[in-house]
């Protein structure tokens, strides 16, 4: 616009009357334009580049896809459990409050509440035991650091943070992930409009199953707890506040935010493990609270809960770092006495978590025996004096059956040292 009233006004100062006239002068002083691409034509002002196309991001309309989620349930068969092993009940249903209890094959408890106060929406809450209380002295600051790196990612299995991102916005899910002193918690809140339960459970499930754990989302979870704690003597409030618990818990770190040095002390793989060794089946607890139906919340539990099975081997990953508990896998590993004991049965050890079912359990309990009639309990004496009849049963157990210097097999065996009760 701006050119074009220079070029009227140019026009009048030079009593211009015809077209071309007007034309001429317009190509003169839009030269950069018109002749632009031509080996006469100026060096334009601005900077000239290619447009290059760049591709749209996918938005996935699942995070698991009907055939894999059929794989699954045809592997891993999931199941309700009896809750109460004394009555055999597999649900719980309180009339008094609304509230049903189930509990999966893989170990994982599920509570949920039908409440239409607000319609057509839900909430749902994983509890994981443990929190910043389990952090050891050689990681302080490693669980909450860690819980931030894998809220910093965003990622989960194939998918990028801008997909998880975009498949949350267009589901209307609400996701929040944070750690305390005493558990870590992941609230998901989520609309009943479009699958919106579906989507929920999906994304808990791949959190559970497919998490990523990224370099420059660890990166930056430092930085945040770096600058949170230097930032601390700037406010009265939250130096009184750091100060008082420091001094009432001892300098215990695991109360207050990481140091700097903590910080600078912890690697991506120990914060991972960190948090990672807390979701154990038994540690774990989801509670969901909606407008849905039963029939709806039912399924996706046993779909998406039921079909996790990071959470059976996560006690199993963590234990193999200890030593005493390779110390009990390598027991009668070369005994004469259990010749069916071979590297195998260590090797092959991940496998048989995952192959077995709940009825292989109550299989291998019936033939453990562990009836009335078959257990028994160890009594220590503690005194100066002790009767007779006590040592002539001692002796008499040393020499059951006549069998001298052969490793014990059976109930005892334990490699590992039991309090006696």
């Not at 190509?27 to 334009?33: C, H, K, N």
């Not at 809750?83 to 949920?112: A, F, H």
Request: aromatic share 8%.
């Amino acid at each position: 616009m701006v050119l074009m009233k220079r070029i009227f006004l140019s026009a009048l100062h030079f009593r211009i009357n015809t077209r071309y006239q007007v034309s001429s002068i317009g190509a003169e002083m839009l030269e950069f334009l018109s002749d632009y691409g031509k080996p006469s034509a100026p060096c334009p002002a601005a900077i000239q580049r290619k447009y290059i196309w760049m591709e749209s991001l996918e938005i996935p309309k699942a995070l698991i896809s009907a055939e894999q989620l059929r794989e699954l349930k045809s592997h891993l068969r999931p199941s309700f459990i009896p809750i109460d092993q004394e009555n055999r009940l597999i649900k719980i249903c309180d009339e008094d409050t609304g509230i049903i209890m189930w509990r999966l094959s893989n170990g994982i408890p599920v509570n949920y509440r039908i409440s239409k106060s607000e319609a057509n929406s839900g909430v749902m809450r994983l509890i994981v035991g443990g929190g910043r209380a389990a952090e050891t002295a050689e990681a302080m600051g490693a669980v909450i650091v860690g819980v931030r790196t894998l809220s910093e990612g965003g990622c989960v299995g194939n998918f990028t943070r801008e997909q998880v991102e975009l498949f949350c916005v267009n589901h209307l899910i609400n996701c929040s992930l944070e750690s305390t002193e005493e558990f870590i918690s992941m609230e998901i809140r989520f609309t009943l409009r479009d699958d919106g339960m579906r989507a929920a459970f999906q994304l808990l499930h791949m959190v559970l199953e497919q998490s990523v754990w990224l370099d420059d989302a660890f990166d930056r979870a430092k930085q945040f707890y770096l600058s949170y704690y230097r930032s601390i003597p700037k406010s009265i409030e939250r130096a009184t506040a750091h100060k008082l618990i420091v001094d009432m818990l001892n300098e215990d770190e695991r109360f207050v935010e990481p140091t700097p040095h903590s910080l600078q002390q912890l690697t991506l793989e120990q914060v991972k493990d960190a948090v990672m060794s807390q979701f154990v089946c038994d540690n774990m607890e989801v509670s969901i609270v909606g407008d849905f139906s039963e029939e709806d919340v039912e399924s996706c539990i046993l779909e998406y809960l039921g079909t996790a099975r990071r959470t059976l081997l996560m006690r199993h990953e963590a234990e193999i770092k200890s030593n005493t508990y390779w110390l009990g896998l390598m027991a009668h590993l070369q005994a004469t006495s259990v010749p069916s004991k071979d590297i195998s049965c260590i090797k092959d050890l991940i496998s048989l978590y995952e192959a077995a079912t709940v009825e292989d359990v109550y299989t291998a309990y019936e033939q453990l025996q562990i009836d009335e009639n078959s257990l028994y309990s160890c009594i220590g004496i503690v005194g100066a004096h002790v009767g007779e009849s006590v040592e002539a049963s001692l002796i008499e157990e040393e020499s059951v059956e006549g069998l001298h210097n052969v490793i014990p097999i059976g109930r005892g065996s334990s490699t590992v040292t039991r309090p006696t009760m």
